[in-house]
């Protein structure tokens, strides 16, 4: 069992990070602070999850958002799918394993996997929108998000949602407002089984290992942990059972990257594209203080009463 | 009516002579396209490159830009079809296009004279105008399906990825294709006037569309009162 963080105190904290400790801004540069935090991460381990929907509970009451009831669409996922106002989801799926014969209920907590390289962070053109603070939790400031879903585009797990309320972009944000005052995700704090845990990256990744081994030696031999370096990484990791083929919980990718399309974009484009629009505006420049203005001159214009007065014949 | 001569144009006799170019259809028509064209460029411009996205205050806002972005883009796609049904006939590829853009060089170096006589558009504005219409309608289609309020749930992600890639080349493809329109309206002096009073001097249509020049005057009522007593 990993040690639960301990319940706040009543007196008064100050915050553990803020606006210091930004790594990444959107659509602006930010010089590194001095000192990295300690890099947090969540940790899910699916092979734990009962599929209670306890944290999607949680999240719902400490971010405080008012989702509408729903329908039962035929699915276990209820709502069927992430909203601006469920930042977490629990995704069903039923794998009849052919080695085994078994049926397995793969369950994931789905959500943002505070990527160490921010797909939606690279893609958003609204500073200050998207930031990224030392210890890798990725967050949305919604007084500067403009609503334009780029972020969308830009994320490799297709999690951010843009509220049709207030046409700005929801996510998980790792409860970086607990986390500040040392606190843990209310998902985490509210997991019956200790399926969701937290704490920094290292704690984590070493937790896993143990966790690992406890299920190899239960017979699954690809059991493993999905911290997927095309991303640079994730501060929310999984333990897989079949950590060889993640796609099977809920098409979960194997080898997530941004893509290149928005790299394209966001890259080479950018530059390029403001490199020619300049260079097309300095040609121009430049051709009229060499060449100087095409003008008429008086002989065209004589030339042309002259047409008109002979009936369209050049010569009188 | 020729090919060459689509709109209603009329040679008044005088000194200088004038020459009616746009009608005043056409001109407000031009007019709502180039202030859309403006428009759309400067609010495109702040969601390109962060260090242009205080464009957006012109517009109120991140926010207000990118609500507003889109409908101009509509207002821009129907205003410009208006100009494409006025145009397109004249601006068809002709023979002495060609000829005219060999001696394209001699045209930089303001020696018109040394290029074929052309009809009331030159092989260069005939691609301004063909890579305009291109390039408008491949913005318009990938930007209806990047327009997220209304559109984000008719498509993938990955077609939506594939839609932001075009519609930003083809944006700096037609910001290109305005600077090279903007300049030469600028430096070939004259011009100007043909799209805010609708008319050119004699002599302007003769130095740079000496053929449209010609027809219109052989044309029977293409000029204005009797001929000038001599």
Same mark, same amino acid.
């Given at each position: 069992m990993f040690p639960p963080i301990a319940n706040p105190s009543v007196t008064d904290v100050t915050p553990r990070f803020s606006d210091k400790d930004l790594v990444r801004r959107s659509a602006s540069t930010v010089s590194a602070p001095a000192e990295r935090l300690a890099e947090v991460a969540k940790l899910i381990d699916v092979s734990k999850c009962i599929g209670c929907k306890a944290c999607q509970t949680a999240c719902i009451e400490w971010n405080d958002t008012h989702p509408a009831v729903g329908v039962n669409a035929?699915?276990?996922?209820?709502?069927?799918d992430l909203t601006?106002?469920?930042?977490?989801?629990?995704?069903?799926?039923?794998?009849?394993?052919?080695?085994?014969?078994?049926?397995?209920?793969?369950?994931?907590?789905?959500?943002?996997?505070?990527?160490?390289? @921010?797909?939606?962070?690279?893609?958003?053109? +609204?500073?200050?929108? &998207?930031?990224? %603070?030392?210890?890798?939790? /990725?967050d949305f400031v919604h007084e500067n998000c403009i609503g334009c879903g780029y972020c969308i585009k830009g994320c490799p797990f297709n999690i951010p949602r843009i509220s049709r309320v207030d046409h700005t972009a929801y996510k998980c944000t790792l409860c970086s407002d607990r986390v500040a005052v040392g606190q843990g995700?209310?998902?985490?704090?509210?997991?019956?089984?200790?399926?969701?845990v937290f704490g920094t990256k290292e704690e984590m990744k070493q937790h896993a290992e143990?966790?690992?081994?406890?299920?190899?030696?239960?017979?699954?031999?690809?059991?493993?942990?999905?911290?997927?370096?095309?991303?640079?990484?994730?501060?929310?990791?999984?333990?897989?059972?079949?950590?060889?083929?993640?796609?099977?919980?809920?098409?979960?990718?194997?080898? @997530?990257?941004?893509?290149?399309?928005?790299? +394209?974009?966001?890259? &080479?484009?950018? %530059?390029?594209?403001?490199? /020619?629009?300049g260079v097309a505006a300095g040609v121009g420049l430049l051709h009229h203080l060499v060449m100087g203005p095409n003008r008429v001159s008086d002989t065209d214009e004589e030339n042309a009463e002259r047409l008109v007065r002979n009936d369209g014949h050049d010569s009188a | 009516m020729t090919a060459h001569d689509v709109e209603p144009g009329k040679v008044h006799p005088g000194k200088p002579v004038t020459v009616d170019r746009y009608?005043?259809?056409?001109?407000i028509n031009h007019w709502i396209t180039a202030a859309s064209l403006?428009?759309?460029?400067?609010?495109?411009?702040?969601?390109?490159?962060?260090?242009?996205?205080?464009?957006?205050?012109?517009?109120?806002?991140?926010?207000?830009?990118?609500?507003?972005?889109?409908w101009i883009g509509v207002l821009l796609f129907f205003s410009f079809f208006g100009l494409f049904i006025r145009f397109w006939k004249?601006?068809?590829?002709?023979?002495?296009?060609?000829?005219?853009?060999?001696?394209?060089?001699?045209?930089?170096a303001n020696h018109e004279e040394n290029a074929?006589?052309?009809?009331?558009?030159?092989?260069?504005?005939?691609?301004?105008?063909?890579?305009?219409?291109?390039?408008?309608?491949?913005?318009?289609?990938?930007?209806?399906?990047?327009?997220?309020?209304?559109?984000?749930?008719?498509?993938?992600?990955?077609?939506?990825?594939?839609?932001?890639?075009?519609?930003?080349?083809?944006?700096?493809?037609?910001?290109?294709?305005?600077?090279?329109?903007?300049?030469?309206?600028?430096?070939?002096?004259?011009?100007?006037?043909?799209?805010?009073?609708?008319?050119?001097?004699?002599?302007?249509?003769?130095?740079?569309?000496?053929?449209?020049?010609?027809?219109?005057?052989?044309?029977p009522g293409g000029r204005s009162g009797s001929k000038p007593a001599e």
């Open positions: 035929g699915v276990y996922e209820n709502p069927p601006p106002d469920m930042f977490t989801l629990m995704r069903f799926s039923e794998w009849e394993n052919p080695e085994t014969n078994n049926l397995e209920w793969l369950i994931r907590k789905d959500g943002c996997m505070h990527c160490e390289d @921010p797909g939606c962070l690279k893609a958003c053109p +609204a500073p200050g929108a &998207i930031v990224q %603070y030392s210890n890798g939790i /990725v995700p209310a998902c985490a704090k509210a997991c019956p089984t200790q399926a969701i143990g966790r690992i081994t406890d299920l190899k030696a239960r017979g699954y031999a690809n059991a493993g942990l999905y911290d997927p370096p095309g991303v640079g990484g994730t501060h929310v990791m999984y333990v897989l059972h079949h950590a060889d083929q993640p796609e099977l919980y809920s098409g979960l990718p194997k080898e @997530p990257r941004i893509s290149p399309l928005v790299e +394209a974009w966001k890259g &080479i484009t950018k %530059y390029a594209g403001l490199t /020619v629009l | 009608t005043v259809g056409a001109r403006i428009l759309l460029a400067l609010s495109g411009l702040a969601l390109f490159h962060p260090s242009l996205f205080f464009l957006s205050g012109l517009f109120g806002g991140g926010q207000f830009t990118r609500f507003i972005h889109p004249a601006n068809l590829w002709k023979r002495e296009d060609r000829a005219w853009l060999t001696r394209f060089r001699d045209v930089l074929p006589e052309v009809g009331k558009y030159n092989a260069g504005q005939k691609f301004v105008f063909w890579a305009m219409s291109v390039l408008i309608v491949i913005l318009i289609s990938s930007g209806l399906v990047v327009w997220d309020q209304y559109f984000s749930a008719y498509t993938t992600i990955g077609q939506q990825r594939v839609a932001l890639l075009i519609h930003a080349i083809a944006a700096v493809a037609i910001i290109g294709v305005w600077i090279i329109h903007f300049y030469s309206a600028f430096w070939v002096r004259g011009t100007i006037p043909a799209m805010t009073r609708g008319s050119v001097t004699g002599g302007w249509a003769w130095r740079h569309h000496r053929k449209w020049l010609r027809e219109l005057v052989t044309k």
